[in-house]
């Protein structure tokens, strides 16, 4: 059993190449330019066989001391079936010491992330493809400046539930915010960045189902025959809308915490669509 003999070590930018093609073959579109992004802003390990093969990837983003999301949950196909898989996710969980945990989930991993104490608690809807009609811009809506950034961490940190600077901070220094102001206050957020086959906008915070789709609105604009990606929870009223514009709903995920959430109130402002499904 080579699963079974495998080392867990620290991931490195060594390890990206054969993590992308672990990626690649789980059907995922992540690019090595995003795993470079992932692994800027978390800690993790890999699961090296015995002939130097890397068989299986996690990691772990910390959102300050208090909070983080364990993603990129990966074993190869060859391998999967013998405990991998949980190794993996108890290093994770070992790096994350007393974090209040996230990540989302297929239907396959369900089982192992509730044996290991994780609860269903959302569900995102992914929605991606090329428009079908073309998206007016808001008015109310303009691109970010520098000194915006941090009244953006400030809404991320009320609509998440923790500080996200960092990783807004990297997100603002590969992709573009744009920002929603009424009265000359900034009231709502929306990023956008390259991604997989196109590009993704998220997270998007914002007051209402209205504000979030002028901040969605702002990217889409001019931008048809690009390939788009947008993941929202199931419960934001955002998908049909999505939908309507062309960008098909394809799937999606399963929202787990560790412990499970003990306040289930709406936030306010409203995180209403994700960085990623690996960020939250």
């Keep these: 059993m080579i699963s079974a003999a495998a080392t867990l070590m620290a991931i490195s930018p060594d390890h990206l190449e054969a993590a992308t093609r672990l990626s690649r073959q789980a059907g995922w579109p992540?690019?090595?330019?995003?795993?470079?992004?992932?692994?800027?802003?978390?800690?993790?390990?890999v699961a090296v066989a015995a002939d130097g093969r890397v068989i299986g990837t996690v990691l772990m983003t910390?959102?300050?001391?208090?909070?983080?999301?364990?993603?990129?949950?990966?074993?190869?196909?060859?391998?999967?079936?013998q405990g991998l898989g949980r190794r993996l996710m108890q290093q994770a969980m070992t790096l994350a010491g007393d974090r209040r945990l996230q990540l989302v989930?297929?239907?396959?991993?369900?089982?192992?992330?509730?044996?290991?104490?994780?609860?269903?608690?959302?569900?995102?809807?992914?929605?991606?493809?090329?428009?079908?009609?073309?998206?007016a811009q808001s008015v109310v809506v303009r691109g970010a400046r520098a000194d915006d950034i941090p009244l953006v961490a400030a809404l991320d940190a009320?609509?998440?539930?923790?500080?996200?600077?960092?990783?807004?901070?990297?997100?603002?220094?590969?992709?573009?915010?744009?920002?929603?102001?009424?009265?000359?206050?900034?009231?709502?957020?929306?990023?956008?960045?390259?991604?997989?086959?196109?590009?993704?906008i998220g997270p998007v915070v914002a007051a209402?189902?209205?504000?979030?789709?002028?901040?969605?609105?702002?990217?889409?604009?001019?931008?048809?025959g690009e390939f788009i990606r947008v993941d929202t929870g199931i419960e934001m009223g955002l998908s049909p809308w999505l939908s309507s514009l062309?960008?098909?709903?394809?799937?999606?995920?399963?929202?787990?915490?560790?412990?499970?959430?003990?306040?289930t109130r709406r936030r306010s402002p409203i995180s209403f669509a994700l960085a990623s499904q690996a960020f939250g």
Aim: hydrophobic fraction near 40%.
């Design 246 to 263: 062309g960008l098909d709903h394809v799937g999606g995920g399963i929202v787990m915490h560790r412990p499970a959430a003990d306040d």
């Design 158 to 200: 009320a609509a998440f539930g923790a500080d996200r600077s960092r990783l807004l901070a990297h997100v603002a220094s590969v992709g573009e915010f744009a920002v929603l102001e009424r009265q000359g206050r900034v009231i709502g957020f929306a990023a956008l960045r390259r991604f997989g086959r196109g590009l993704v």
């Design 62 to 81: 910390p959102y300050g001391s208090d909070s983080g999301t364990i993603n990129m949950v990966i074993v190869d196909e060859a391998e999967r079936g």
């Design 105 to 135: 989930a297929t239907e396959d991993g369900l089982p192992l992330y509730e044996k290991l104490g994780f609860r269903r608690t959302g569900e995102i809807l992914q929605h991606q493809g090329q428009l079908a009609q073309a998206v």
């Design 30 to 45: 992540h690019r090595r330019e995003d795993w470079e992004v992932a692994l800027t802003v978390s800690k993790g390990c």
């Design 208 to 224: 209402d189902l209205d504000d979030a789709k002028a901040l969605v609105a702002h990217f889409l604009a001019r931008r048809e």
